[in-house]
């Protein structure tokens, strides 16, 4: 006889909540809103909000991570747990720097396949990134003064803030993602300290689940600052594009790093009026957006990364370009349908990778970005100067 099982609507509940985010985030992701409200790339879903699915995705990978005795501590435990680590791998690492730092520099060459020359890529791991220069504003700033030529236009400006929304999600989820230190370059890892493998993939899965389960904080001017940051600069002829980066332990200088290439294949998906681009970047580019792409860019990436499981990495750069430089409008209607999972949001999908197939070789693609500096100009950290625009 089979069996039957009886629960009370108490521990029922009780049941449910465990596999869900920290009850405040919960009600943010549900009604108060979060940095993506009403985004017009997020499919409709039955019940509930599709930020808080997403959210819960990204939730369950983490604690897939961690095993039954670390999971089980309270949120302060692991947040106590996760600077133990942070401590104990600066301590092993303050000799270590520059081998770890040329690790990071090779890893990332191996994940984008850089042609020699194309990109001045420089990595720094610190104790302290406070005092590092930090332009970033800490909330979207509204610009008062931008003068529109027509509706038509201002429509087509918000609809490129939407796109760049999603397109800063995609890059922090696959930069998290890409960030565990891959197979092939543990050993290296290994011969530097032993003991670094299990931190780094420790405090990763640490980072990684305090952020569903310990309360959101409010960004202020004060608080903006991070564990790591990346500087990525477009320049004018004849240079090279600069992508600098700093993290406190090695996972943040790697994940940083990457973040950083994904931000200059995204660049090209700006405005091509210095104006229009400026208003864009205000709007996305900031220290509450980099919190919400954190929790929601891992299971956006992952809804993404369904549609994509069958095309060769290698030209994933060129194939991300693509993508970023579509309109605005077009590119949200597109995100919907890979989101929600249909046929039609593969199929597009699809036809934009064929395209990047035929093109070029890969290396013809970094010659066509060195070419685009005159065209764009993007810093991810710091926001656009007139003088700085002046290259465009």
């Given amino acids: 006889m089979p069996k039957r099982i009886f629960i009370t609507e108490e521990a029922a509940n009780a049941l449910f909540a465990s596999n869900d985010v920290n009850a405040e985030l919960a009600k943010k992701l549900d009604s108060e809103g979060t940095f993506f409200k009403d985004s017009p790339a997020f499919p409709p879903v039955d019940g509930g909000s599709f930020e808080h699915s997403i959210a819960i995705l990204g939730y369950e990978a983490a604690k897939s991570s961690l095993d039954?005795?670390?999971?089980?501590?309270?949120?302060?435990?692991?947040?106590?747990?996760?600077?133990?680590?942070?401590?104990?791998?600066?301590?092993?690492?303050?000799?270590?720097?520059?081998?770890?730092?040329?690790?990071?520099?090779?890893?990332?060459?191996?994940?984008?396949?850089?042609?020699?020359?194309?990109?001045?890529?420089?990595?720094?791991?610190?104790?302290?990134v406070s005092g590092k220069e930090r332009d970033l504003q800490a909330t979207p700033q509204d610009n008062p003064n931008m003068k529109y030529s027509s509706i038509s236009e201002m429509k087509g400006l918000k609809w490129e803030v939407?796109?760049?929304?999603?397109?800063?999600?995609?890059?922090?989820?696959?930069?998290?993602?890409?960030?565990?230190?891959?197979?092939?370059?543990?050993?290296?890892?290994?011969?530097?300290?032993?003991?670094?493998?299990?931190?780094?993939?420790?405090?990763?899965?640490?980072?990684?689940?305090?952020?569903y389960e310990d309360v959101p904080h409010e960004i202020t001017e004060k608080n903006k600052y991070q564990s790591g940051m990346v500087d990525v600069r477009i320049t004018g002829v004849g240079k090279r594009t600069l992508i600098e980066s700093t993290g406190i332990i090695f996972p943040v200088l790697l994940c940083e790093s990457i973040r950083g290439f994904m931000e200059l294949f995204s660049s090209h998906?700006?405005?091509?009026?210095?104006?229009?681009?400026?208003?864009?970047?205000?709007?996305?580019?900031?220290?509450?957006?980099?919190?919400?792409?954190?929790?929601?860019?891992?299971?956006?990436?992952?809804?993404?990364?369904?549609?994509?499981?069958?095309?060769?990495?290698a030209y994933f750069p060129l194939f991300f370009t693509r993508?970023?430089?579509?309109?605005?409008?077009?590119?949200?209607?597109?995100?919907?349908?890979?989101?929600?999972?249909?046929?039609?949001?593969?199929?597009?999908?699809?036809?934009?990778?064929?395209?990047?197939?035929?093109?070029?070789?890969?290396?013809?693609?970094?010659?066509?970005?060195?070419?685009?500096?005159?065209?764009?100009?993007?810093?991810?950290?710091?926001?656009?100067?007139?003088?700085?625009?002046?290259?465009?």
């Avoid at 009026?273 to 956006?300: Q, R, S, Y």
Wanted: proline residues 3%; negative net charge; contains cysteine.
């Fill in 162 to 211: 939407e796109k760049r929304k999603i397109l800063n999600a995609l890059t922090m989820g696959y930069s998290l993602k890409f960030s565990k230190v891959p197979k092939r370059f543990i050993g290296d890892i290994y011969e530097i300290n032993p003991e670094l493998p299990a931190l780094y993939k420790q405090f990763a899965a640490l980072n990684s689940i305090i952020l």
């Fill in 68 to 128: 039954d005795d670390i999971l089980s501590l309270s949120v302060e435990e692991k947040k106590s747990l996760q600077s133990k680590i942070i401590a104990k791998c600066q301590s092993i690492e303050k000799d270590n720097h520059k081998a770890l730092e040329k690790v990071c520099f090779n890893i990332v060459n191996s994940l984008f396949n850089i042609p020699n020359g194309a990109i001045t890529f420089k990595c720094h791991l610190t104790n302290d």
């Fill in 269 to 313: 998906g700006l405005p091509e009026i210095k104006e229009h681009a400026e208003f864009v970047l205000k709007k996305t580019d900031c220290v509450e957006g980099e919190m919400w792409n954190m929790i929601l860019g891992p299971g956006l990436w992952e809804k993404f990364s369904q549609s994509i499981e069958d095309m060769d990495l």
């Fill in 323 to 392: 993508l970023s430089e579509i309109d605005g409008e077009d590119f949200c209607e597109i995100m919907e349908e890979v989101f929600a999972g249909t046929q039609r949001g593969e199929d597009i999908l699809s036809d934009i990778y064929s395209e990047v197939t035929d093109e070029v070789d890969y290396d013809d693609f970094m010659d066509t970005i060195q070419m685009k500096n005159t065209e764009k100009n993007m810093i991810s950290e710091k926001y656009l100067k007139p003088e700085d625009l002046d290259t465009i």
